[in-house]
């Protein structure tokens, strides 16, 4: 088996029989230096995602769009079958966003979608209120983005943050106040 | 995603890199391209990265690569699947370049060794002496170089500890 160095059967204390692998560490030999990547390359590599930022502002864009056109998808699916994959389609986007929000200095994009996600998760919520939150997280992106709301986005930032965690709290318990009143706020 | 970790690795002077943006281009490209180490998403088109972790250590070319997860959560649930899917390492979204760093660096110069069972076939999860680990491949290893495929170097009864 490729990686295998050698094995071992033991027995665990509990009595059970296994077999430990030894993994080869040849990785070692690929690498320049014997103690691995060095400090110095996550620093150079923190400038490296740095000069990606400008880059991430036109990546969110670009996703936030496709997010807000999966919204009349949402309502109009012909099938339980389509409409769970556009709801997966939205889930892959809002995880991405969410995953690189932070690293790029926009927390406030990686908490809106992560309460799009959890939403979007929700497969008994009712289609028009999905694809009604879906669209006004959509748009709440949009504004964090186009408005350069970098880090907590001050007071501006807060609301949204409030409405988005506010959204995913009623989409996840609609008699809590039903979405109109979440919204709204 | 792909093109952040992408750029990362490239500042840590990893230039041969392949991407793949579905669990079935992945298994692909273990295959053709013999990585040295993966890194997935937790979430992927198709299938969960749990799920294609489970697919290499169950049915790939490849079963003991090192796979790292990129993951925003790391409640306790997940971690537990995780562990249970085989994941070798992983690292808390926002990727910062330094965690990366760290989980790669630990891939290459402390490897887990992996643990077959009844029920389970992933890296060894538990945290072992670094010593201890270095005398087990010394004794797993032969003087005489590389053991023959599919045989084990070295077999002893032992009580773990």
């Known amino acids: 088996m490729k990686r295998k160095a050698g094995s071992f059967i033991r027995v665990s204390e509990k009595g059970y029989t296994y077999e430990e ?79 690189q929000g932070a690293t790029f200095g926009y927390p406030l994009v990686t908490e809106i979608a992560t309460c799009l996600g959890t939403i979007m998760r929700l497969d008994k919520l009712d289609r028009e209120m999905q694809q009604d939150m879906l669209q006004t997280l959509a748009e709440m992106m949009r504004e964090v983005i186009e408005r350069r709301m970098r880090g907590d986005g001050g007071e501006a930032g807060e609301k949204l943050r409030k409405k988005a965690h506010r959204m995913a709290v009623l989409a996840a318990d609609p008699a809590r106040g039903g979405p109109a009143a979440g919204i709204a706020g | 995603m792909r093109r952040l970790t992408k750029t990362i690795l490239a500042a840590f002077g990893i230039r041969r890199v392949r991407e793949a943006s579905t669990a079935e281009e992945a298994l692909e490209q273990i295959r053709e ?57 992983f690292v808390a979204k926002p990727v910062s370049p330094e965690a990366l760093r ?36 010394r004794a797993a290893t032969p003087e005489a170089g590389t053991p023959e495929a599919g045989s084990d170097a070295t077999e002893a009864q032992e009580r773990v500890p």
């Open chain 1, 21 to 99: 692998i030894v993994v080869a560490d040849d990785l070692k030999t690929k690498m320049e230096r014997p103690e691995g990547i060095p400090p110095d390359a996550a620093r150079i590599a923190q400038q490296a995602v740095e000069r990606l930022q400008d880059e991430f502002v036109e990546w969110a864009r670009r996703d936030i769009a496709r997010l807000a056109n999966l919204a009349p998808e949402l309502a109009s699916a012909p099938s339980d079958a389509s409409l769970e994959e556009i709801r997966q389609q939205a889930r892959i986007i809002a995880h991405d966003l969410r995953g």
């Open chain 2, 33 to 89: 391209f013999e990585p040295d180490i993966a890194i997935v998403d937790f979430l992927m088109p198709g299938m969960t990265g749990l799920d294609f972790v489970k697919l290499v250590r169950g049915g790939s070319d490849d079963p003991m690569l090192p796979i790292i997860m990129l993951t925003a959560s790391s409640t306790q649930h997940l971690v537990t699947a995780a562990r249970d899917a085989g994941v070798t390492e």
């Open chain 2, 102 to 137: 760290r989980r790669i660096n630990e891939i290459i110069l402390h490897p887990r060794n992996f643990i077959r069972s009844a029920t389970f076939f992933g890296p060894d999860r538990r945290r072992k002496r670094p010593e201890a680990v270095e005398e087990d491949r």
